[in-house]
């Protein structure tokens, strides 16, 4: 059995065999890639291994972790887009087809790199999802780098995944860690019950993507979907490496001292005093470089006045404090912002389209609602006719039941209630429909 310095010596020399294999030529209808380099290293580590792995290395296809040195070495390959491309996957699997937008691609399975980033100590937090809703990516920071042979010569070196992308002025990508999400969960395309990991199964097969990404395991720790993004990231043209070029992908927990220190808070709003608010901004005011996960609750016995009130000054406070990220809400409970809606979409003619609307209005036993069902009729004019459908709702069940026999098209609800009303009696009639209505927009009347 090979001992401990001498196994690492051995692997380093397979990984470097690899970084400088050539890319083999097509032959008679074949066309072979660097992935017979990449099969031939993993053997050839396993073999090293001799069937017994040390406690702290970690072997899979075409990666390999070691827990002492708190790092993950995945085998690769530069793809072959355009210099000054856009970006919009660091890296991808095999399986993608993204090559033309992507920095490199790797045989890696996800989830079982997924496995070794745990192994390392690792822990994924949470994807962008607009249904939970979760608005930022959560998760343990990751330094990603890339080791190859950019010039004949010389050996292999390091390069921080940041210096391979540009932006638009032609300055170097700032340095900013990787947050591990994790890819999620996602219900199996054929075998009912069963649930895979999503970037193994689904594209993109994204591993590391430069914007918000739902099915991805890695994403930046910032906001921006694919539309705001696209473009911010360009292939860095003084880099130039061959199709197909070896390339190991090195991931290590970001240092301590380069990671921002976290905080969940849970903001416990019961009244209308806003002293909890004003808390909140004075740790943040004492723990500058602090990142605030903020989860706000609000009390059953809040108006919807004041819920408005909240919603809007949280807005404020995320978009003003960079230390602040809302959180997804409370069980039971909408997002903060259902309760701060666009105003123009108060106006039927000024919405894109028309949701279902329920209406709710009090009674001396109780609330009662209406529904209503917008139909757009369209003519010559190029402006639609609006017309409405109303059915009245005595109770919650009512409600329920129409919306099970009538699965409506569009996933948005609009509310209209009196600002009066308390936050536990608008939860008694939405609460059952929640999971149907990933974004709700609730509007104060007089």
Known sequence: MINIPDLFTLLSQILLVFLQSEIPQPADGFDPTSRAAAVEAHAALVDALDGETPDHILIKPFLIADRDLGEVLVLGEMTGMILGDPVEFFVITDMSGQDYEALLTTWVTPSELHEALEFIGLSPGGAVNTNAPRLWPRGDPVDASLILQLEEDLPPGYLPVNEWITRPDGSVMEDMPWVFTGAPMLPHPQIEGKKVYGADQFSPHSIA????????????????????????????????????????????????????????????????????????????????????????????????????????????????????????????????????????????????????????????????????????????????????????????????????????????????????????????WLSPVYSLFPVIYVYGQD
């Open 209 to 428: 993507a430069t914007f918000n990404l739902h099915n991805t395991m890695f994403d930046l720790p910032v906001q921006g979907g694919k539309t705001q993004v696209y473009g911010t990231f360009l292939r860095n043209p003084a880099l130039e490496t061959r199709h197909g070029q070896p390339v190991i992908l090195r991931l290590r927990p970001t240092p301590a001292e380069r990671r921002r220190p976290e905080k969940d808070h849970r903001l416990s709003l019961t009244s209308a005093d806003t002293e909890p608010l004003e808390r909140l901004i004075e740790s943040a005011q004492d723990a500058e470089s602090t990142l605030f996960w903020v989860t706000p609750d609000f009390g059953p016995d809040l108006t919807l006045a004041d819920l408005r009130g909240f919603a809007n000054k949280l807005m404020v406070l995320e978009q003003q404090e960079d230390q602040i990220r809302i959180e997804p809400p409370v069980a039971g409970q909408l997002y903060y912002q259902a309760f701060a809606p666009p105003e123009r979409f108060r106006d039927r003619s000024r919405r894109p389209s028309q949701p279902l609307e329920i209406h709710l209005h009090r009674e001396e036993e109780g609330f009662r609602a209406a529904l209503f069902e917008i139909q757009e009729l369209w003519d010559e004019t190029r402006t639609p006719r609006l017309v409405e459908e109303r059915r009245d709702l005595e109770t919650p069940a009512d409600w329920l039941a129409y919306l099970e026999e009538n699965d409506p098209l569009i996933r948005v609800l609009f509310v209209f209630a009196p600002n009066d009303t308390r936050h536990h009696e608008l939860n008694e």
